[in-house]
Each structure stands twice: as C-alpha cells, then as structure tokens.
C-alpha cells in the first residue's frame, strides 16, 4: 500500500529507527506544528463527532487525515507495518513511541561497555550494545565481548549454533562483534571454530567480518580469516562495494594494505574496467606510499589510463601531484646541493640516508663527497643528529618521492609509445600532458616525449599548441624544453591556434595569478610580464608582429596594452609611493646632516676659529661620513623624484625606472649607515674611548641600519637581479636535435 503524499515537505527528514525516535518525533512534531496540526496528535480534549457539527467534523476529519498521511510517510518503510490500519494521527504517533522510544528500555536493553570490562582500545568508548538482538544468547554476546573465553568456549559447546547466530537489527555475529572491539584472541578463536561459509555471514549493511577487520586496520585478523577463506580477499565492502585492500588504502591502513596486496589476485584489481587498481595507484600519489603503486604499474602499465573511483586517472593524479616533482619544490642552494649528493637505493623499503662515497654504480669518489664525507664526520661529534638538524632526513625522502614517481611515469608511459598523435588526441594523456605544462612538470613533459616523440603534435583547448600553452602558463622551464624542439620545426614558430593566436599573442596574455604571486611588487610583476612579451618577440619571425587575432582583432602589442593596463596602473602607484616615502626620509637625512657639518663636536678655537678637535682621527672619520651621508642621501631624493615625475610607459617598467629604484634604494641606505658612522664619531670625540656608554650607544645606533637592510634590502636585491641579473631565460641556450633533447 502505498502512502500518499502532501504538497509540501521536510527537508532532509530523518529515517525513523530504533536510535532516532526522540529526534525524529522533535523535527515531525515541529512541523506538524508549523503545519497547525499537532492539536490532532496531540488531542487533548474529544475529537468532534458528526453530530457535533458537520463543518467543524469535516475540519478536524481533514486535519487529521493530513497528519496521518504525514506521520505514515516519514516513519520509513520498515516500520509502515507497524501503523498500517490506524485510523487516527493519534492512533499511529502512540504506537510509533510505544514501539520505539528507546526510553521504554524493556524493549531493548543496553549494555554499556564499563559492564562489559572490553578492550579499552576501541575507537568509541560510548558505545553500547543491544543485548535482546540475539535473545536466548544473550549470556554468550556478553562474554564475547568481555573476551571471557573459557565461558565462550563452554557456551558453544552446549549451543554450537550460536556462533553463527546474527542479530535481529543489527545482523552483526559474535565474530562481528569480536573485530569491532578489537578483541584479537577472542576473534581468532572464534574463527577457528568457524566454517569457512560462517565467514561469509553479513551484517544488515552486508558488511563481513573482514570488512570490519579492513575498517579497523587489524592485519593479524585479516591473515587469520584470509587463511581460512581465501574468497573473502574479493569480497566487496559496504556501502561502495570495494574490496578488502581498496578500502585499506583508502582508510590509510599501510601494513594491512601491503598483506593484502601480497594476497589479492590481479584479476580482483583488474574487474570494472581496472577502477580498483586505478583508485590503489591514485590513492598512493595523494598519500605518497609509492611502493605498492610501482609494482602494480609494472605489472599492468594499463592501469595508467583506467579511471578510478573518482573518475580521474592515475596519469592525471601523477600530475597533480606538485610534491611527486623536483620542479614542484623550492630548494634554497644549499638544499639543492644536498639533494644532488644523496643517494637513492632502489631497493630500499625503508628511509635512510647514503651520501655517495664509494666507487660503484655511481662512479668513483670526487672532490664534492669527499668534502660531504668528511664533513658529515665532523658534525657527528658536533651535534647528536645532523641530518635532523639540517633537514637530511627530509631532503632524503624527498628523493625518494621524486625517483619513485619518476619510476612510475617511466612504467605508465609504456602505454603510449605505440600510439599516433591522433590516437591521443583528445584522449586522458592529452588531457594530462597539457595539465602537466600547466603546473610546471617537466618532468612528467619529458618523460611523455622518451616514450612517444611524436606527442608533440599535440594541440590543446581551441588548438593551441604545446610551446604556445606553455607561454600562456608563463612556466619557463618547459619552454626551455619545448623550445628546443623548434629548431627541428621552426613552422611551429608562426603556428596560429583556432583563434589566430600566435606564441605572441599567448605572451601578451596576463599571467596566471600563481605565477604573479611569486613575483614582489606590481613593478616587478610588469617587468616580468615585459621580459616575457620581449623574450617571444625575439624568436618569432618579424611578420608574426603583425598578425591580428580574431577574438581582439589586435596585434599582440595591443593586446599585451590591453591585458596590462590595470598592473601597469598598480605598478605605478606601488613605485610612487615607495619614492614617496622614501624622499621623506632622504630629506630628514639631508637636514640633519647639512646643520651637523656646521655644529663642530667639541666646538671651535676661540683664536684661531678652527675646531678644537681638528687633528683627531675621529673628528676626519665624523667629517668624511657627514659628507658622504648628505651627498647620498642628495642623490637619493634626486632619483626618487625623477621615479615621481616619470611618464610610466610600458617600455620603462623594463630597466629605466627599475634602475633609478636601485640607485635611490642603494643610496639612502648608504646615507642611513654613515650618518650612524657620524654619530657614533661624535660621541667618540665628545665622551672619550673609555666611556662605558659608548659601546651602548654604538649597538643601538646599528638598529636603524639593520631595520632599514632587513625590511628594503631583499626587495634592493630582487630588483637588481631581475633587471641586471642573468634572468629566467639564461639558460634556455639553442634549439638542439630531438636526440639531445631528450
């Protein structure tokens, strides 16, 4: 029978059942409330009869019967049968809570796990269990859960069905109970004296024993059931239906994981289409345990491009993994130098370290591990852990992570060398090898051409080629790479995508914000952008600045205008009020030095008019300083108001204002420090060598000279190698053969 349905409805109603009675009654009766019709439910006076009045009968008739239909449509299917015939809301909200309110505990006594003296090590230490789920059994739950063996044992010797005997809401058997509280002992010897078929036995949610086993990460179980029943390896788990190792890995349970994969055919891995073993490799570049997911891949190098659970593949999760990648990390020199040094075993199954110094696979012993050798021995009798304490161990797994993942792409890869550019095209390698430019990966780009050169015909989103994507990304490194490539095909210079897009046009394209946020500044973030638009413009033909887009209809000169304006604008503002500031302070410096050079220490000779300290060292060091401090800090005023009354063309962002930002930068900082060396003289001259407050007041005139290098210095540096230094395109070098290359 089938209930019918009101206009409106509960959002999110809860499923009635034996736990919730007291928050589904609370959410049904506030909207039954809502509705003005709990005055039927609740009744506390006679309902009306028809002779009471046909219009007031009717009313209450049809408020009642809104109720009713109510309360039968949210109380659940499994327990309709429980209402069904009621006549009245009344009637069927009083059976519901005569049937299911836990407060009537006669119905369903619990039993908490301080009477049941359990492993304390289970997860929930409030939960309870429903004892009148296994009726006559009752005493040998209890004494399951209590690990009470001797009872247990004597128990099944009398009622040898028992064991088997599943509960009547839960489903759950005595094995199923054992696993959930972790009682090791006692659910090892339970499955001694089951079948192999008992084994097979599932909850309500038709969830095995091992399941629970595979939830709780118990591999001693796990070994103890497998043993008995081998089918239960492939078993699927509730509710996503997967099986035992799948959901270990999901959970993060790692030796469970690794038993279970020394014991599940490849063929449970390989069923829908491969989506197990997919979802075991993706799982393992999200938590980089790569051990399991580099056997697997060898073994099936199909699973590379099988979708997992997700419907992503393996491929693509290896490119989203930025940590899996050398390029995706950034080492400070001296971690660089580190990472070069060590040493991976292939055939390490644990971390460890090994610096390089011994003749063998890698070669013989130079001049840098000697220096790594012996200066690892020297810190050992320095500190107690020098690879924690400069981050060796961590640099080592990083290693590791990079080789193993790099292992992997090489195994992956094997399902794409016989294939045509045409057969990738479009396909989950496109869509990763495009997504790998994005981030960076040249890795993963360079390990895609080894295995199938021909993928360099690739084109992406509205046809556009690899080196013009890669512009767009602004990634330098897998320009670098693809850039070489040109020399073989120098067309792909003046390839043009769907849109009459050219490498220019992608370089006259505002970069990704990612990119934009690694630069400081709007300024320097513009005359990245610049060094970029001008870096393309060398390379492409002359005709090619001509070309005009059909998206814009604009040369990329205008385009990169266009894109522009509003950095352009934001540079501007940050430049200005840098110099602001800036001539601010030079000027105060210019002030204060200028009335010093007047205010001889010590004062003058009253007959000669000179100053009374005139051969002092000191007073020539007080003299020198005061006139470099205000000559500098001159200039610096000078050149912070030529970044002022700059016009701010595009083409200045490049080198003019950069220059003059250094130059005043450098020069006030300069006028800080040897106004700090005037002073200090002074206070030499006046108080004597042997003054105690002299040293004091030295350290403390260094404060504004450190404050002023700690906040503008970095920001003086970056400047001065972004414009003077060898660049991001330094090391692009010429286009090389294909052979070279790779």
């Known amino acids: 029978m089938a209930a019918t349905t009101v206009t409106s409805a509960i959002p999110n109603p809860p499923v009635l059942n034996q736990y919730n009675y007291e928050d589904w009654s609370f959410r049904i009766k506030l909207y039954l409330l809502a509705e003005d019709l709990w005055d039927v439910v609740e009744a506390t006076t006679e309902p009306p009869k028809p002779e009471d009045g046909e219009a007031e009968f009717k009313a209450w008739r049809k408020k009642d019967a809104k109720a009713l239909i109510l309360i039968q449509n949210y109380c659940g299917s499994a327990n309709y049968s429980l209402i069904w015939g009621t006549e009245t809301a009344k009637a069927a909200w009083d059976t519901l809570a005569e049937k299911l309110n836990p407060a009537q505990e006669e119905l369903f006594p619990l039993v908490p796990r301080e009477d049941l003296n359990i492993n304390p090590t289970s997860n929930d230490e409030n939960e309870s269990i429903h004892i009148d789920e296994f009726g006559l059994h009752q005493p040998f739950i209890v004494n399951v859960i209590r690990g009470d063996w001797d009872l247990v044992k004597e128990y099944l010797s009398r009622n040898p069905e028992a064991i088997r005997e599943r509960g009547s809401i839960s489903g759950a058997t005595a094995l199923h109970l054992a696993v959930s509280y972790e009682n090791v002992n006692m659910a090892k010897a339970l499955v001694e004296l089951m079948t192999e078929e008992d084994l097979e036995i599932q909850d309500a949610n038709g969830a095995t024993a091992m399941v629970y086993a595979s939830n709780k ?165 320095l500190v107690p852990n020098p690879r924690e304490l400069f981050g060796i161990n961590h640099i080592y797994k990083m290693k590791w992570t990079h080789e193993r993942t790099s292992e992997i792409l090489h195994s992956m890869c094997e399902v794409i060398k016989d294939k045509s550019s045409k057969q990738l095209q479009g396909s989950v390698v496109e869509a990763a090898f495009f997504e790998a430019i ?224 250094i130059i005043g930068l450098f020069t006030l900082f300069f006028s800080i420090a040897t106004m700090m060396v005037a002073f200090v003289s002074t206070l030499f001259i006046m108080l004597g060598e042997n003054s105690w407050i002299v040293i004091p007041v030295i350290l403390l005139a260094s404060a504004p000279v450190v404050s002023f290098a700690w906040m503008q210095f970095p920001l003086l540096v970056e400047i001065f190698i972004s414009t003077y230094g060898a660049g991001i395109f330094a090391k692009k070098g010429k286009p090389l053969a294909a052979t070279d290359v790779l």
């Open 217 to 381: 990460g118990i591999t001693e179980l796990a070994k103890c059931m497998i043993e008995k029943n081998k089918k239960l390896i492939s078993l699927p788990c509730p509710p996503d239906n997967i099986i035992p190792l799948v959901r270990a890995y999901s959970i993060g349970h790692w030796e469970l994981a690794r038993y279970l994969y020394s014991v599940t055919p490849l063929e449970a891995l390989l069923q829908d289409d491969g989506c197990g073993g997919a979802e075991i490799v993706s799982e393992s570049f999200r938590a980089k345990k790569l051990d399991i997911a580099l056997d697997l891949i060898r073994r099936c190098p199909n699973l590379a491009v099988a979708k997992n659970y997700s419907g992503l593949t393996p491929l693509q999760m290896c490119v989203t993994m930025r940590s899996g990648f050398l390029n995706g990390m950034h080492l400070k020199f001296w971690q660089q130098w580190i990472y070069d040094c060590i040493h991976v075993r292939p055939d390490l199954a644990v971390y460890d370290i090994r610096i390089n110094v011994e003749k063998g696979e890698d070669g013989p012993i130079n001049e840098r591990d000697l220096i790594v050798r012996s200066g690892m021995g020297i810190l050992r009798g």
């Open 438 to 661: 994005k981030q960076g990966h040249v890795e993963f780009v360079r390990e895609i051409f080894r295995a199938n050169p021909p993928a360099f015909g690739l084109t992406g989103e509205n046809g556009k080629s690899m080196l013009q994507f890669a512009i767009e990304c602004r990634q330098e490194k897998v320009y670098f790479f693809l850039y070489k490539f040109t020399g073989i095909a120098p067309r792909l210079l003046t390839r043009t995508d769907q849109f009459s897009n050219t490498l220019l046009h992608a370089a006259a394209s505002l970069s990704p914000v990612a990119q934009l946020n690694q630069i400081q500044g709007a300024a320097l973030q513009m005359q990245r952008e610049l060094q970029w638009f001008k870096e393309i413009e060398n390379i492409v033909p002359p005709k090619i600045l001509e070309v005009v887009n059909i998206t814009d209809g604009m040369t990329a000169r205008d385009l990169f205008t266009k894109n522009h304006k509003e950095l352009a604008k934001e540079g501007e503002r940050s430049m200005k009020e840098i110099a602001t500031s800036c001539t601010v302070v030079g000027a105060l410096i210019i002030t204060i030095m200028f009335t010093a050079a007047f205010t001889v220490p010590g004062g003058n000779n009253g007959n000669t008019g000179k100053p009374l300290f005139l051969n002092e060292k000191l007073f020539k060091v007080f003299i020198v300083s005061d006139a470099l401090s205000l000559f500098s800090s001159t200039t610096s005023v000078m050149t912070f108001l030529g970044v002022l009354t700059s016009r701010y063309a595009e083409a200045d962002f490049l080198k003019s204002l950069p220059t003059k930002m």
